[in-house]
């Protein structure tokens, strides 16, 4: 059996008081099994060689990005394994161009894809001021509408309570034109991906990078 020794400092006079709390219970402190130096609540140190879990620290912010995906080929896109304790995601879009006249089309679920069930409408505006649209129940819609028009901007969903979702968008279509739009949506579990697809599922993506950061 191993043993606990306390040992002194011969060239210190203070003494070193260890104070059990109010407590009922029997408590166990297990020591690392190292040669070593204990990080204290109050005392002012370096940590090193450690690793953070999953979650956030208090009074930071933890953001993830992800790896940039080329949108020039597919009808869809997808960003999954994505932490239980996001709360925001952001979706960033570089030129992305469609090879018809559809529109974009973000989804997100918990274990698959929502298709179904969303609120959600998108506007585009003009530098004349007119404008058009769309809206969609199979997903949050950003209204492009033209082949070759590439958007440039960000779609940032963030969790509201429980498992309800809200969207808002904005950036630009074409050189132009300025896109914009929101929505919201209820998925019954934890968000674990996202897909940037399109409206009418056939037409495919042809030009630019998506990618997203979530914290």
């Known amino acids: 059996m191993s043993s606990v020794a306390l040992q002194g400092n011969a060239s210190g006079s203070g003494a070193f008081v260890v104070t059990s709390p109010n407590s009922n ?10 040669t070593d130096t204990l ?5 002012t140190q370096t940590l090193t060689n450690k690793t953070l879990g999953s979650g956030l620290v208090a009074g930071a ?17 997808d960003f999954t394994s994505i932490p239980s304790w996001v709360k925001r995601i952001t979706v960033m879009f570089n030129g992305v161009s469609l090879s018809g006249s559809s529109h974009p089309l973000i989804q997100v ?17 003009t ?3 007119t404008t058009g649209g769309l809206s969609s129940a199979a997903g949050f819609v950003i209204a492009v509408g033209a082949a070759a028009s590439a958007f440039s901007g ?3 969903l963030t969790l509201v309570s429980g498992s309800i979702w809200v969207s808002s968008h904005s950036g630009l279509n074409s050189t132009t034109n300025v896109c914009c739009g929101g929505g919201n949506v209820s998925i019954g579990g934890t968000l674990d991906r996202v897909r940037i ?9 042809d030009t630019g990078s998506i990618n997203i950061f979530y914290e």
């Open 61 to 77: 912010s933890l953001i993830t990005s992800g790896t940039a995906v080329a949108s020039t080929s597919g009808t869809s896109i």
């Open 154 to 156: 960000h779609m940032v």
């Open 109 to 125: 679920g918990s274990g698959s894809v929502l298709s179904s069930g969303y609120t959600s409408t998108g506007n585009t505006i």
């Open 197 to 205: 697809t399109t409206v009418n599922g056939t037409d495919t993506f």
């Open 25 to 34: 219970s029997n408590r166990t402190l297990t020591l690392p099994d190292a």
């Open 127 to 129: 530098q004349s001021s």
């Open 39 to 43: 990080a204290g609540i109050a005392a």
